[in-house]
């Protein structure tokens, strides 16, 4: 099994900031990438930004320049530093995690329980 827990979220006002952070526990499963999602009620969860094994990174056009994803795979850790945010970016933040086992080679997709972001006034 592979277990997220997040940490931050929270109300903040239009320009402010805020750090979502990640831990992933497992002993059997390689991480090959982490990241976050995020969903607004009635949509669909969507890709924020994620940062693979290799250290490649992706953001999606909405948060370019005003995200950044950091992490650290030995430890498992994964961080979104989130600025100038905008009431646009509520929403329920997942983290996410693709992992491979190593017993079985099987992939295995985990999810965090989410954490709620409001940027309002």
């Known amino acids: 099994q592979v277990q997220l827990v997040e940490s931050g979220g929270g109300l903040v006002q239009p320009g402010g900031s805020l750090r979502l952070s990640c831990a992933a526990s497992?002993?059997?499963?390689?991480?090959?990438?982490m990241g976050w999602y995020r969903q607004v009620s009635g949509y669909e969860r969507e890709m924020v930004a994620s940062?693979?094994?290799?250290?490649?990174?992706k953001y999606s056009d909405s948060v370019k320049g005003r995200f950044t994803i950091s992490g650290d795979n030995a430890k498992k850790l994964v961080s979104l530093q989130m600025s100038r945010l905008v009431p646009e970016d509520t929403g329920v933040y997942y983290c996410?995690?693709?992992?491979?086992?190593?017993?079985?080679?099987?992939?295995?997709?985990?999810w965090g329980q989410g954490t709620q972001v409001t940027v309002a006034s």
């Open positions: 940062i693979s094994s290799d250290g490649s990174i």
């Open positions: 497992t002993s059997v499963f390689s991480i090959l990438d």
């Open positions: 996410h995690a693709d992992t491979i086992s190593w017993y079985t080679n099987e992939p295995y997709e985990a």
